[in-house]
T-cell receptor, first 116, second 109 residues
Framework: DAEITQSPRHKITETGRQVTLACHQTWNHNNMFWYRQDLGHGLRLIHYSYGVHDTNKGEVSDGYSVSRSNTEDLPLTLESAASSQTSVYFC???????????????FGPGTRLTVT | GQNIDQPTEMTATEGAIVQINCTYQTSGFNGLFWYQQHAGEAPTFLSYNVLDGLEEKGRFSSFLSRSKGYSYLLLKELQMKDSASYLCAVDPRDDKIIFGKGTRLHILP
């Protein structure tokens, strides 16, 4: 069965360290997204990609970067972790939409990141 | 600008009906999604409305009025397992989705 996985599921790191969160999908979806979810803010888009070698900034991209070298993976890197980046991170993927509609997004199980 | 409003919390009784409202103002609109998210889990897709009107899917129905910038999710015959957050999300036409902050629904026995 196709799926979307994230690793690690839990991570504790120190301020200033570089951290990479992995996201892998076997749906063969072109679109991939990274969100963070915090109490009082809901899901906020960090970065997204519409295909290999394509990356775009979302609403809260400062301090984060992504790269897309293949269809299946979109790793998220925190260049220098800050306490404000303590959050739950979700990766999602979707099909490229047809005319007039947008495909639903399938979410990974999430990564809980704590920056101390 | 983008603005999506939904109540922060609601409480309902097992077996009853509850309606969760969502209003939106976005630059660009193609359709509206509803997602369910249980505590500690990932969001899962419930419905997607493009046209005005009510779409029914088992115990869940979703309504859209494009002219009023308004949607609701209707849950019938509530069960304890329906205790979750319900996320209203707008599709602004570019394969991205903009999420509201979610409504936490508590079901009482």
């Amino acid at each position: 069965d196709a799926e979307i996985t994230q690793s690690p599921r839990h991570k504790i790191t120190e301020t200033g360290r570089q951290v990479t969160l992995a996201c892998h999908q076997t749906w063969n979806h072109n679109n991939m997204f990274w969100y963070r979810q915090d109490l009082g803010h809901g899901l906020r888009l960090i970065h997204y990609s519409y295909g290999v070698h394509d990356t775009n900034k979302g609403e809260v991209s400062d301090g984060y970067s992504v790269s897309r070298s293949n269809t299946e993976d979109l790793p998220l890197t925190l260049e220098s972790a800050a306490s404000s980046q303590t959050s739950v991170y979700f990766c999602a993927s979707s099909l490229t939409s047809g005319r007039g509609t947008t495909s639903e997004q399938y979410f990974g199980p999430g990564t809980r990141l704590t920056v101390t | 600008g983008q603005n999506i409003d939904q109540p922060t919390e609601m409480t309902a009784t097992e077996g009853a009906i509850v309606q969760i409202n969502c209003t939106y103002q976005t630059s660009g609109f193609n359709g509206l999604f509803w997602y369910q998210q249980h505590a500690g889990e990932a969001p899962t897709f419930l419905s997607y409305n493009v046209l005005d009107g009510l779409e029914e899917k088992g115990r869940f129905s979703s309504f859209l009025s494009r002219s009023k910038g308004y949607s609701y999710l209707l849950l019938k015959e509530l069960q304890m397992k329906d205790s979750a957050s319900y996320l209203c999300a707008v599709d602004p036409r570019d394969d991205k989705i903009i999420f509201g902050k979610g409504t936490r629904l508590h079901i009482l026995p």
